[in-house]
């Protein structure tokens, strides 16, 4: 995956030094919960993070072998804790995620 923080953009100029400071301590996480760092690139208008591959919840859900809804329910409930947990993460992977989907 590959997520962009925009240095330019006019809102995120105030947490720039936070978000130097973010990917730091990125390259140091080694957690199962935690998307692992690959690379970075820094230039003066963007940092550019490189994580492994993720496959999308929704996509392993439809090709999975069990047609049992409880299981289903219970991935799914696994998911939402899962991204639940993510929201702890540093304010820098945080911004990134709502820039991509913004």
């Known amino acids: ?3 962009e923080y925009d240095l330019t953009h006019p ?3 105030s947490t720039i030094p936070l978000a130097r400071n973010s990917l730091r301590k990125l390259r140091t996480i080694r957690h199962p919960d935690v998307l692992r760092y690959i690379d970075v690139v820094e230039s ?5 993070i490189t994580t492994e591959r993720v ?5 392993a859900l439809s ?3 069990s047609n049992v809804p409880r299981e289903r329910e219970d991935w799914l409930i696994w998911g939402l804790h899962q991204i639940s947990v993510r929201i702890v993460l540093p ?4 911004a990134l ?3 991509l989907l913004s």
């Open 55 to 59: 496959r999308p919840l929704p996509l």
């Open 97 to 99: 995620i709502a820039d």
């Open 91 to 94: 304010v820098c992977v945080q």
């Open 44 to 48: 003066d208008s963007a940092i550019c």
């Open 63 to 65: 090709q999975s072998s």
């Open 11 to 13: 809102l995120n100029k």
């Open 1 to 3: 995956l590959l997520f």
